[in-house]
């Protein structure tokens, strides 16, 4: 059995999901191969070749490549889907936008949002918002698998000598055509890659208290910012901020929850975080169920003192 992870990179380096990617082909047994499909993706390619586990590296280059299209990704991943006994996204944008028109053209079912292999056919993924985990069986010749990387630790960026192996650009499918993209640009750390978050929800009441309240706390810790969905719907924080079964899935060591109440919504997204402190007036909330420490206080007070305290 040989797994290919399908690597999300900017091709010039990989991007941390395709790390955790790597650690669940892994876990399915046999060898690891890494897809790079990119537009002068060399530098991609390569970094892709020192992470361990990785045995050979497939580069497939051309300029409609360049910003990862669907279309065009899918053709490339099934001209060499034959050699696969699995075929691994990362469960991102990107990886749920390629990985069911690929399972598709296969005509087998795709398995979503996997969190643990237990063994070459056998895989767990959360069903109910997390508050149910299902046991899935595949007995497709060919597994096609987005997996959530909050549920697996990722592989070490270097350490390995896979061999980087040069493979033919599939033609331009001419279905889609980037146009351009506007990316919004912070000097905190990327909320899904973040070792700490701290999360306001709708108890702040205002934008301008979520900025005055939990901005400096975020800068106190060097920590990415996040927001309940009702904080977002309320206009309190912008859309990438959302964490949860709608937004962002995070597992940061530290995650800090300010005026949230824990609606099972925002709990899917980050309950696989390693510590959590809630901090919330109402003793009933259900964010204190999955909180390592809870405090019982207002977070007006709270906040601030807790930044002194820093």
Not at 244 to 266: D, E, F, N, R
Not at 296 to 310: G, N, R, S
Request: glycine share 8%; net charge negative; charged share 15%.
């Amino acid at each position: 059995m040989t797994a290919l992870v399908i690597a999300e990179h900017d091709n010039a380096a990989v991007k941390g999901a395709t790390l955790n990617t790597v650690t669940a082909a892994a876990a399915c047994g046999g060898e690891v191969h890494v897809l790079i499909a990119g537009h002068n993706a060399a530098g991609a390619a390569a970094a892709a070749a020192q992470i361990a586990g990785v045995s050979k590296v497939i580069h497939a280059d051309a300029e409609y490549l360049a910003h990862g299209l669907a279309e065009n990704m899918a053709a490339q991943v099934l001209a060499i889907a034959a050699n696969y006994s699995h075929i691994l996204f990362p469960a991102t944008a990107s990886g749920k936008n390629i990985a069911p028109r690929v399972a598709a053209k296969l005509d087998v079912g795709q398995i979503s949002d996997i969190t643990k292999v237990m063994a070459a056919d056998t895989f767990e993924r959360p069903i109910y918002a997390g508050n149910a985990i299902a046991t899935v069986q595949s007995s497709d010749a060919t597994k096609v698998i987005t997996v959530r990387t909050t549920g697996f630790d990722p592989a070490a960026a270097t350490g390995g000598s896979a061999a980087v192996e040069t493979h033919a650009a599939q033609a331009d499918s001419g279905k889609s055509t980037f146009l351009g993209s506007e990316i919004a640009k912070s000097d905190r750390p990327e909320l899904t890659a973040a070792k700490i978050i701290v999360s306001g929800g709708r108890a702040l009441g205002s934008a301008e208290k979520f900025n005055e309240v939990m901005t400096p706390l975020a800068d106190k810790l060097g920590a990415a910012l996040g927001a309940s969905r009702a904080a977002v719907d309320a206009g309190y924080a912008p859309n990438d901020w959302q964490v949860g079964q709608t937004g962002k899935i995070v597992a940061p060591q530290l995650y800090i929850a300010a005026g949230i109440s824990g609606a099972i919504q925002h709990l899917a997204g980050m309950k696989d975080s390693k510590v959590i402190v809630a901090i919330n007036k109402d003793p009933e909330a259900p964010i204190f169920s999955v909180a390592d420490y809870g405090l019982e206080a207002d977070l007006f007070t709270a906040v601030p003192e807790l930044i002194k305290a820093i």
